[in-house]
């Protein structure tokens, strides 16, 4: 407050609207540091929450044009050559022009047949956990016969002896198992020596779900993580990643 000459206060704007900076400031007292801690915290702690927010929105978001941008590339269509036996972004592996094969995740066969037409000598035992799935898959692959059978089947416990498939492939259905570190070993009993698993999937930033881990979604995984389990279940991967690590595509040789 200001003194006139005439030992009166003079009024200001501020004092009259109550927009005086010293009316803006918490009161506490300024000696106490726990207190200036606290108050310090909490100015801090707003933008971080609305921070994680935007940063979940922007994750889903992201993930939702990649699935409708990308799906194509990480299909069948796409995940190997027309010429039959090489797989774009798995180095110098080739596929067998003759193999047993187990899709898991088939959903109404699309993609089964993208796969058979590629590969007409190739067997194909097509799963879904999903009934209604395994019965839209049927009806639309019938004209393929016996060679492309359409089963329900659980990817964490499939019922298949060992060592029965040369080629297994699951695009875009490890973060709808759930459970996908043990659908992954299911994967490698049921394969035999030298076979080969196809994975392709969207992954949550390792950044996001170390920081926002209860926004993330149930099921969902990190690439730290299946980089971790391919191994740790006897594989031995070519792990290849696009979109600043958003998602993967790998053939793992048992």
């Not at 940063?55 to 409708?68: G, N, P, S, Y």
């Not at 049921?190 to 779900?209: E, N, Q």
Request: with cysteine; glycine share 10%.
């Amino acid at each position: 407050m200001r003194i006139n000459g005439e030992g009166a206060p003079a009024l200001t704007i501020g004092m009259l609207t109550g927009r005086s900076r010293e009316r803006q400031r918490p009161s506490f007292n300024c000696s106490s540091r726990r207190t200036t801690a606290r108050y310090v915290y909490s100015r801090r702690q707003r933008p971080h929450t609305i921070t994680g927010r935007v940063a979940v929105v922007l994750l889903a978001v992201a993930i939702l044009i990649a699935t409708l941008v990308l799906a194509k590339r990480l299909g069948s269509s796409s995940f190997c050559s027309p010429g039959g036996s090489s797989c774009h972004g798995c180095g110098p592996t080739r596929l067998p022009e003759r193999a047993d094969v187990l899709q898991l995740g088939c959903g109404a066969g699309g993609e089964t047949e993208g796969w058979a037409r590629r590969f007409p000598f190739w067997p194909i035992t097509a799963t879904d956990y999903d009934p209604d799935m395994v019965a839209r898959a049927g009806r639309r692959l019938a004209f393929l016969g016996e060679w492309v059978r359409i089963r329900p089947a659980d990817a964490t416990d499939l019922p298949y002896p060992d060592g029965m498939f040369d080629l297994a492939v699951a695009v875009h259905v490890w973060r709808h198992v759930g459970d996908w570190p043990a659908a992954t070993a299911e994967v490698h009993r049921v394969l035999r020596p030298g076979g080969v698993l196809l994975l392709a999937d969207f992954v949550v930033p390792t950044g996001i779900a170390r920081r926002f881990p209860r926004s993330v979604p149930p099921g969902t995984y990190t690439l730290p993580e299946v980089r971790a389990a391919l191994p740790a279940n006897g594989f031995t991967p070519d792990l290849r990643t696009g979109w600043g690590g958003l998602w993967y595509r790998v053939v793992a040789r048992r």
